[in-house]
């Protein structure tokens, strides 16, 4: 097993320990430091974990927290998997087997008459 490499993004929880606990809270803080978002992108980086995110709303979001980089975005290491083929051997060619699906389980092709 392989360890891998995840983080926890804790913008919800250090807004609400500031008393922030709307996404609309937020908005105009980013446009006073000259981070102009839409009120989806907002929404979005306060209620899921983004995968991209600009320096410059990092440095923002830190400065309206008054917090550290340590306390928003928490490193944490996941247990990969060995990769496995639906018989349970390894897969042979080293990268990860697919995630299980339908597999053998297909519709019936329809037939029009």
């Known amino acids: 097993m392989t360890a891998k490499l995840?983080?926890?993004w804790h913008l919800r929880e250090l807004?609400?320990?500031?008393?922030?606990?709307?996404?609309?809270?937020?908005?105009?803080?980013l446009a006073e430091r000259g981070i102009n978002l839409s009120a989806s992108q907002v929404f979005r980086l306060v209620a899921e974990k983004p995968e991209r995110l600009s320096m410059k709303t990092l440095m923002a979001l830190l400065d309206i927290l008054g917090c550290r980089m340590e306390e928003l975005i928490e490193p944490v290491r996941t247990r990969g998997r060995q990769n496995r083929t639906a018989s349970g051997e390894t897969a042979p060619d080293g990268?990860?087997?697919p995630e299980?699906?339908?597999g053998s389980f297909r519709p019936k092709r329809a037939r029009i008459l």
């Open 95 to 97: 990268t990860d087997a």
């Open 15 to 29: 807004m609400a320990a500031r008393g922030m606990f709307s996404t609309t809270d937020l908005r105009p803080l």
């Open 6 to 8: 995840d983080y926890q």
């Open 100 to 102: 299980p699906g339908v």
